[in-house]
């Protein structure tokens, strides 16, 4: 799933240019502002606001860290951020002091407003699988770690779909809720993404013929999940019925929450050439916000961390609608071509194929909603390896992921081979609890 792929936005998402002098005093005094105003007490707190730091066990920890690597990895990310950000060697050593003394006394430390930023930023440019890292530094954030429950997550999930909707013009954008801390985990989203499309498990139309599914068939489990815990299905169960979210907050069982109509942008899909595409009923949600991943960074975790960028028209085309494990619309979009499906060595899976993924380009770019193809991409993620090579940063890459599935060959990625290896921060994804 690309994440900002695509051209930048209005002068007021952009990330300026500034000159170095003028990012450390900007930064240093945000570092300052937000440890004046937060203590290091802040992940314990309690809803009646008092420190929540358990029973002493007489040497002054009150709560161990739950990794036994913790220091180290915070020291790490502290010294990534100063150096990248150009800060000064006393905000330094002034910085690693508080984080150390915050992870002795209390099992944990937390990141400044600045520094959550960055890790969130560097966890795309560092994710390995996906194509659209040339514009990492747009990843805005929406801090919101001071949310827990299942209800507030939803609410705030919804205000994030909105914000990255934007009217078509999507914005790279993540929401963090609360980090895990030693016997208090954050909450947790299950929903794979923000947007799914259900997945009803209908009998076979012969005995003994395989299951066969309505709607989405990578979904069957979370629709499952949301009728067990309530949700009702239409009346008529539809091929692109949108799902609830899921979410789980700390010790409490899961819960589902209706996503309100008007924040799911979905765009009808047509041909500019084949009027008969049209008639097929093809639609896909315009934002593809990752929910289901965790971002860590200098030791800390954050269990729900929903980001998005915008589609690659290959993501929705040949994956999403063309794969046979998903909807599996190639057979259908060939008969409406009039091609001969007899025999494969007419590739009339390839033709379809194409003329499927044109039909998402066109219908998005029609609609004013943000889209790249794969040969865009593939050219700005050479321009990526080229910028992050000249900072002397090597980029990891996985070529299975990184390379278009459609016109593999033609696209630039494909001639090269790329280093895959991993390094935080970085998103990853949770071990899965929907079945």
Known sequence: ????????????????????????????????????????????????????????????????????DLLAKAESFIVQFHAENHLEDSLLAERLARVRRDIVTHGTYQHTSAELAFAAQVAWRNSARCIGRLYWRSLRLRDRRHVFTAEQVAAESVLHLREATNGGRIRPLIT???????????????????????????????????????????????????????????????????????????????????????????????HPDHSGIEELGLRWYAVPVISDM??????????????????????IGS????????????????????????????????????????????????????????????????????LEERQGRRCPADWTWIVPPAASSATAVFHRYYDHFDQTPNFYRHQSSVS
């Open 176 to 270: 963090v809720f609360a980090p895990d801390a030693p016997g208090r985990p954050g909450p947790r989203i299950l929903s794979s993404q923000l947007v799914r499309y259900a997945g009803y498990e209908a009998a076979p139309a012969e005995a003994g013929s395989r299951l066969t599914v309505i709607g989405d068939p990578a979904n069957v489990g979370l629709t499952r999940l949301a009728r067990r815990l309530g949700w009702r299905a239409p009346a008529e169960p539809g091929r692109f019925d949108v799902l609830p979210l899921l979410i789980q907050a700390p010790g409490a069982e899961p819960s589902w929450h209706e996503l309100p109509a008007d924040a799911v942008l979905q765009v009808p899909l047509r």
């Open 319 to 386: 994956r999403d609608l063309g794969d046979v494990g998903r909807y599996n619309e190639l057979p259908r979009i060939a008969a409406r071509l009039g091609l001969n499906t007899a025999d494969d060595r007419t590739l009339w899976k390839d033709r379809a194929m194409t003329e499927l993924n044109v039909a998402v380009l066109h219908s998005f770019s029609a609609a004013g909603v943000t889209i790249t193809d794969h040969h865009t991409e593939s050219a700005r993620f050479l321009k990526h390896l080229e």
């Open 1 to 68: 799933m690309g994440l900002g792929q695509g051209r930048l936005f209005d002068s007021d998402w952009r990330l300026r240019a500034r000159s170095r002098p003028r990012r450390r005093r900007r930064l240093a005094r945000e570092r300052t502002a937000t440890q004046d105003s937060q203590d290091s007490l802040a992940p314990f707190r309690t809803s009646a606001g008092r420190p929540d730091i358990g029973s002493s066990s007489g040497n002054g920890l009150t709560h161990p860290p739950d990794d036994p």
């Open 294 to 315: 965790r971002l860590e960074a200098g030791g800390v975790t954050y269990p729900a961390a929903p980001f998005n960028g915008w589609y690659m028209g290959t993501e």
